[in-house]
């Protein structure tokens, strides 16, 4: 298994109370983006990154003082099965994953580490199904903990978004969640699950547990906690504008509570997809909310797509529009 070399100037991660700290127990706000690709690449076949993943590259994300960087994976390609190239799975895209990471760490960044496309059985994990399948995660879940186990310097996330119950995202089952276009219900594996998993094979680190309905609603959050030894879980959601809870009076209402009793961060968080201006506005409210409540967030996301869900339009960092310029503008201060 691979092992990481850190950099020394990266202080290690924890929890302490509600705060993430560092190694001194001082508070750690996170400011970051996603760098999406490394979830479909791989599975479609011509890749693991999409756009360059070298030196200039991670250079630009630190030229924009973001100091993490949630790269989403792909359990297919982390485990080489149900016919990934061999070239962009298995232990090329863990390699591939690893050293990309030393590099975010090269740069003074964090990386957050999130499985979020999977498939159960021999289906193909092509897209975020509605919650990870016991057919595979927790062998990935095992294989990425003991990859990592040494490196204080990254959150890994056992899953993205989720479409099913709490109680379902808990404890696993055949639930709400169904996969392919006959929809058939699968065998989940649950978030208790995954933690455990996760410290049986050596992570002693933070582990990142989303809430439901595509990580926007965490009102059942507190009372659906896994139960952790190390009580080094933070809490993550997921914000767009015009989400159903986008607005102060929603995140005071559902979020603010667990961020009274756990780190929270937002994982996703940006512009919705269907404003034609690609603006500002509703980022701003996120962030600026977020900032007064020592919540860290990570923008969606560094790629070059030319959508309202791009931060950039070249991969040396120069902003795509309000939104990018924005964002950008925002962690300079």
């Known amino acids: 298994m691979t092992r990481l070399l850190l950099a020394t100037a990266l202080a290690a991660l924890h929890v302490s109370g509600n705060r993430l700290v560092d190694g001194g127990g001082h508070p750690v ?14 599975i479609q076949g011509w890749g693991i990154f999409d756009g360059p993943s070298g030196a200039a590259s991670v250079a630009a994300m630190a030229s924009w003082h973001v100091n993490i960087v949630r790269v989403p994976l792909n359990e297919d390609c982390w485990l080489g099965i149900n016919g990934v190239k061999p070239q962009y799975g298995g232990t090329a895209y863990r390699r591939a994953i690893v050293a990309y990471v030393q590099l975010l760490h090269r740069y003074g960044m964090d990386a957050e580490l999130s499985l979020i496309w999977a498939a159960p059985g021999a289906n193909r994990a092509t897209y975020q199904s509605g919650s990870p399948d016991a057919d595979h995660a927790p062998a990935m879940w095992r294989s990425l903990a003991a990859t990592f186990a040494h490196d204080p310097a990254v959150i890994l996330a056992p899953w993205g978004e989720t479409i099913v119950d709490p109680n379902c995202f808990l404890r696993g089952g055949v639930c709400e969640a169904t996969y392919g276009p006959h929809n058939v219900p699968y065998r989940t594996a649950g978030m ?43 809490a993550e959601a997921h914000v767009y504008g015009k989400n159903i809870c986008s607005d102060v009076a929603c995140f005071d209402r559902t979020l603010v509570p667990v961020a009274a009793k756990v780190p929270l961060v937002l994982g996703e968080t940006g512009e919705s997809y269907d404003d034609s201006d690609c603006g500002s506005s509703e980022i701003a409210t996120i962030m600026g909310w977020a900032d007064a409540h020592h919540i860290g967030y990570e923008a969606w996301t560094w790629d ?17 529009g309000a939104y990018g310029r924005w964002v950008k503008a925002h962690y300079a201060r």
């Open 192 to 234: 208790q699950q995954a933690v455990n998993t996760m410290r049986a094979a050596g992570y002693r680190g933070v582990i990142a547990i989303p809430g439901v309905d595509y990580a926007n609603d965490l009102t059942h959050w507190l009372a659906d906690e896994p139960r952790d030894p190390l009580r080094q879980l933070v």
């Open 304 to 320: 070059t797509w030319g959508n309202c869900g791009a931060l950039i339009d070249s991969y040396a960092g120069a902003p795509r």
């Open 29 to 42: 706000a996170l400011h970051g983006v996603n760098r999406s690709g490394t979830e479909y690449a791989c």
